[in-house]
């Protein structure tokens, strides 16, 4: 079993031993300028009222990443991340919050032979959500998201994604029960990698959560899925 | 008396803590927009965020501004990048170009509230610095030496492909609130007024920005 299925395997026992009261458990399907597709399953725990913490793994094919700063349209990535959330505020009507996704990317270049066929990486997603109650049940989010991606190993870059200005995050949740439903879409400028740059990134993915011990209604409805 | 003057001190206290609880808190705003930039060749596309504080009694704004202009957004928005005599890239003299921009900076807003309950005007002033460049597109951007293609665009524009400098903007924008009951929900639409200092590339003259109005439409969401 290589270092990524034992990871994997590791994260996935964790979640199913903690599952209890407060805690949600999510899986998303998306495509993005960077992927074909991606899914996303994640797990959060509800530590107190105002902070949460949670872990994702993410698989996606790619439409468009880079290795060493270049360009490539065909390989996959899988990522493992943690999640930090904070509750700024919350009334009846609204919710403000804080949240980051911090994660290690191991990508493998399926496409071009004269660069590396795998590279690691750190992906940084800070974003600001502020959501509100527009009827019972359906909720409008609207934020932004503040994405720095690094590629680490023999050729470094530091600045392989970094946010030009924010990437405009908006979405809908409509919460039934213990179950919710979700639609995010991101978009924005995007610069960096150096030799190349990203220039605009564009995200829309659908998600569901459900809720353990508790209903959805004081739930964050996603993470950086 | 002194009895008197403990009741009246335990009054105001009581007074005073009431009123305390009273006030509003301080807000949050957060408006998405997208903009069109009035530019000499183009109207450029551009999409961004205000986001920050808004205080107690919901007068004034504090936060950040960003946006940008992006190439992908902006398809069709080429410039001619004529190169010295002598110099050809991929069997080229001239090599269309596309632009792109981005932009951070603090921003102060006033909201005059008006007489309509639903209708806010806002005068928002912002500050903060720029970058703006022009790169290779689509098969030029796979190099013919395999060196990345900044290191082209950097040679092929004397080293100055990109400039960065401080803008100011100015303007106003109505807010109105979209649901009747639901405050926290808004649609706005604005005009700024934009300023340049210090911003030159080999292809962007020193008033590619300067100078310039720039529309905007968007969502304002806060409390």
Redesign the interface.
Known sequence: MNVKLSLIVLIIGFVVAQIEAQSYIGLSVGTSKNDNHLETFWYQYQLSKRFNVGVQLRYSGIKYRFVNARAIENGNTTFVGAVLGFKIKESENYRLDINLTTSYRYLSNDENPELPASTSGLELDPNIVFGIRLSGNLYFHSGAMFRTAMQFGDEPIYDEQLPASAIVLNGISIRKNRSMFSLRTYAGPMNGATGDTEKFFWQFSLGYQYAFGVSQSSALPFFNF | MHKNKLFVIVVMIFYQTNIFCQEKSLG?Y?Q?EYSAMFLDEHIGN????S?GITTKNRKWDFGIR????????NQGQVYDLVLEEGVTYKGKSVIQVAN?H???GLEIAYNLKLNADRLVIRFPISFGQFGAGF?LLDDD?ITPD?R????WEDELQEGNDAGFGLLSEFGGQVIYQL?PN?R??NLFAGLTYTNTYGYESFLGEEDFYNNKLRGSIG?R???
Do not use: Q
Not at chain 2, 66 to 73: D, N
Not at chain 2, 148 to 151: A, D, G, L
């Open positions: 949050f957060f998405a551009a999409v961004g965020v986001i960003t946006y940008g202009r992006s190439g992908p957004i792109d981005g932009y951070l790169y951007r395999g990345r293609v900044n290191e649901i639901n926290y929900l969502i969401v806060g409390f």
